[in-house]
């Protein structure tokens, strides 16, 4: 079996996390909060935009959230490619948290933030735990592995969440829930690279190939 056709076969996954948001940039909890793009943002979307052309994308999915799509839509511009909007790529609910800074949070709710980032199945007051968020985006990547015949050998980019791209990045790889801490944050517009080298939907063989891909470290994702 040759190098060539074993390559022909691989479905390649970019997670791509949107630009910086005023949010962002004050270290305020976003969630489910529909927020824009700051200019610095759109920058990062169009710089993103010209790394990611070159990946031969074949579609382009993003989360409903405007931070996101106006980001989709900047590598759409590049890549003559259209976006598709999937709500089940929206961030993470993080219920009665969106809206507090990270001081905030920790004022009213003590070490909460720290027991959030190290157990997966914890839940913000009235939110939703990184595990929900993992079954929640899943189904979008196996909907797309039955349905793109097109998709071995070429690339697919979801644009969404530095959370949501975390938990569905482990949720892929089926970590178990106490090592999904191991993957942590990303800077606005890096990205992460899957590729899938299994047989079928059912035995997908995921591995991870690059995490937060051409990014600096930032303070908000230390």
């Given at each position: 079996?040759?190098?060539?056709?074993?390559?022909?076969?691989?479905?390649?996954?970019?997670?791509?996390?949107?630009?910086?948001?005023?949010?962002?940039?004050?270290?305020?909890?976003?969630?489910?909060?529909?927020?824009?793009?700051?200019?610095?943002?759109?920058?990062?979307?169009?710089?993103?935009?010209?790394e990611l052309v070159s990946r031969?994308?074949?579609?382009?999915?993003?989360?409903?959230l405007r931070r996101a799509h106006d980001t989709a839509l900047a590598l759409s511009e590049h890549t003559n490619v259209p976006v598709e909007l999937d709500r089940r790529l929206r961030e993470t609910h993080l219920g009665d948290w969106e809206g507090l800074t990270h001081l905030?949070?920790?004022?009213?709710?003590?070490?909460?933030?720290?027991?959030?980032?190290?157990?997966?199945?914890?839940?913000?007051?009235?939110?939703?735990?990184?595990?929900?968020?993992?079954?929640?985006?899943?189904?979008?990547?196996?909907?797309?592995?039955?349905?793109?015949?097109?998709?071995?050998?070429?690339?697919?980019?979801?644009?969404?969440?530095?959370?949501?791209?975390?938990?569905?990045?482990?949720a892929l790889l089926d970590l178990p829930p106490q090592n999904w801490p191991v993957l942590g944050g990303l800077a606005n517009t890096s990205w992460v690279q899957l590729s899938s080298h299994g047989p079928g939907i059912e035995q997908p063989g995921w591995r991870l190939d690059v995490w937060n891909a051409a990014a600096k470290v930032a303070p908000d994702v230390l």
């Open positions: 079996m040759s190098r060539a056709w074993r390559q022909a076969g691989v479905r390649t996954l970019i997670l791509l996390r949107h630009g910086q948001t005023e949010w962002n940039a004050a270290d305020r909890m976003q969630g489910q909060i529909d927020t824009d793009l700051t200019e610095l943002g759109r920058r990062q979307a169009k710089e993103a935009a010209r031969n994308a074949i579609a382009i999915v993003s989360s409903d905030e949070v920790d004022a009213d709710y003590p070490g909460a933030r720290v027991e959030w980032r190290l157990d997966a199945a914890y839940r913000p007051p009235n939110g939703e735990s990184k595990l929900e968020v993992g079954a929640r985006a899943l189904p979008v990547v196996r909907e797309l592995f039955s349905e793109r015949q097109d998709w071995p050998g070429r690339t697919i980019i979801l644009v969404a969440h530095g959370g949501l791209i975390a938990a569905l990045t482990a």
